[in-house]
């Protein structure tokens, strides 16, 4: 039997899409890209985004049609609404959170099977998975009966505790690159941005065993892995929930650079995303003290005007945002910044716009995930009027991005004629080259037809530049320690 999984969304919905494979491979699914092959059908959705929910009901309709020429299961899970969820129960076979993952055999069982052989292949995961379940955990009743469902915006008291989050991060994911990984550090957040649904899709934040994810890095450094982010929806205020149980933040990246250091190993640890409120000088003094952590900082701003921080309910203000980039200048100078900003939130003025545009003259981001504001149900801001017409919300997406595209044509151009330090990722869209990232994610292209290099650090020395990416030649060891001397 072979199934099929469509991801949508941030990292971390990759990074569960990962553990989702694992537990379907390990009951005998096989992993086909071309979804007409598949008898089990799954999306792995974002409530976050619109266009991310709009692309969930255009998969399901399909997949639905096709269940009167065939048999097939569907399913629905990751970061979704309680009213996307409600809508989803009459179209997908299949809904639940994913701190129910474990579970999922189970579902599949009651829910029925397809063929004899998925029969088969369905038991032998059952027995395969024993080891992860607890007999709690199997006779749960899983979210998919609908007297379960919530609806409605949940209120903050209410909201979930991400029950049976650590059986699901105690599943082994079936990562999907031999090189680059994600690892999931914390689940849920506590901020209530106004503009967003991550709290009422994913509940209060939950902080991972550190000793889990020490264990974790260290196997995939072991393993030969280059590249490792750790995630979360506010990854630095991870432990605080624990109440002094757990490590901070700060411990946490310490502790993960005391290791690279005595393991001697070459890789690039990254995290994302913190929240500025949170994102103290002991953080970023770490990070500049050991050469596994990477050199890039994401930290999303959201808007350069202090009255719509405060209508987004983003607890902190344009100055706090700058004297933490202050910080990271003086003691991580080498470092690339990035961030988030959206356009067009309700009330946007003119002159709160050009804010915007100030901050981002005086941040200099090499990067920036510009979003135009669509409301979310849900979130608070939802029940706002989304008074900015989508055409303006266009300008202004279209006016930053230029913005951002100068800055980041400036950064690049003072790279030509240096050697740098670059993880091949694969093969670029240009015939003839491999693409790699620099340390600070900027993106460089070079002529080599070799796919051995894939996976591999090598030196290239840059000999062009345009925004958002860089060109050059790969260069021998000899002639980087010759660059060096």
Not at 75 to 80: D, E, R, T, Y
Request: glycine share 8%; hydrophobic share 35%.
């Amino acid at each position: 039997m072979k199934y099929h999984i469509v991801q949508l969304g941030c990292q971390m919905n990759i990074s569960d899409g990962e553990r989702v494979r694992q537990v379907l491979e390990s009951m005998g699914f096989v992993r086909t890209v071309n979804e007409e092959e598949a008898s089990l059908l799954g999306v792995i959705a974002c409530s976050v985004r619109q266009k991310a929910i709009d692309k969930v009901y255009s998969r399901i309709h399909k997949w639905n049609k096709w269940k009167n020429r065939k048999n097939l299961i569907t399913f629905v899970s990751g970061c979704v609404l309680p009213a996307d969820r409600e809508h989803f129960l009459k179209l997908f076979d299949l809904v639940f959170p994913m701190s129910e993952l474990p579970g999922l055999p189970d579902m599949i069982k009651q829910y029925g099977i397809v063929t004899p052989a998925g029969l088969q292949s369905l038991d032998k995961g059952l027995e395969h998975l024993e080891s992860i379940q607890s007999e709690e955990n199997r006779q749960e009743e899983s979210i998919l009966k609908p007297h379960l469902v919530q609806t409605g915006k949940p209120e903050k008291g209410n909201l979930r505790l991400n029950p049976g989050i650590e059986e699901f991060w105690h599943i082994s994911p079936k990562y999907g690159s031999w090189f680059e990984a994600y690892i999931p550090i914390q689940n849920g957040c506590n901020k209530f941005c106004t503009f967003c649904a991550v709290p009422y899709t994913r509940g209060r934040e939950v902080s991972r065993p550190s000793g889990e994810i020490l264990e974790e890095l260290k196997e995939l450094v072991d393993k030969g892995y280059k590249s490792i982010t750790l995630l979360g929806q506010n990854v630095n205020s991870y432990g605080k929930e624990k109440k002094g149980a757990e490590i901070s933040f700060a411990g946490l990246l310490k502790e993960i650079g005391q290791y690279g250091e005595e393991s001697g190993k070459d890789f690039w640890v990254y995290f994302t995303s913190p929240h500025p409120r949170d994102m103290a000088d002991e953080v970023i003094e770490v990070i500049s003290k050991y050469k596994c952590l990477a050199k890039q900082i994401h930290l999303p701003i959201q808007s350069g005007d202090d009255g719509m921080l405060i209508r987004m309910n983003r607890k902190h203000s344009v100055e706090k945002y700058r004297e933490t980039i202050r910080s990271i200048r003086k003691m991580i100078p080498e470092a690339t910044l990035f961030t988030d900003i959206i356009v067009g939130f309700t009330g946007e003025t003119e002159k709160e716009f050009e804010n915007t545009r100030l901050i981002m003259d005086e941040f200099r981001y090499n990067m920036a995930y510009i979003a135009q504001y669509s409301p979310r149900p849900g979130a608070a801001s939802s029940r706002w009027a989304d008074d900015v017409p989508k055409s303006m919300k266009k300008e202004r997406y279209h006016i930053l991005t230029e913005d951002l595209m100068k800055h980041s044509l400036e950064y690049n151009t003072k790279l030509i004629g240096k050697t740098v330090k670059v993880l091949v990722r694969g093969k670029d869209r240009k015939t003839g080259y491999l693409s790699a990232l620099t340390e600070g994610k900027i993106i460089v292209r070079f002529p080599s037809d070799d796919d051995r290099l894939i996976g591999q650090f090598v030196h290239v020395k840059i000999n062009s530049a345009v925004a958002f990416s860089t060109e050059g030649e790969m260069v021998t060891v000899d002639e980087v320690l010759n660059v060096n001397r």
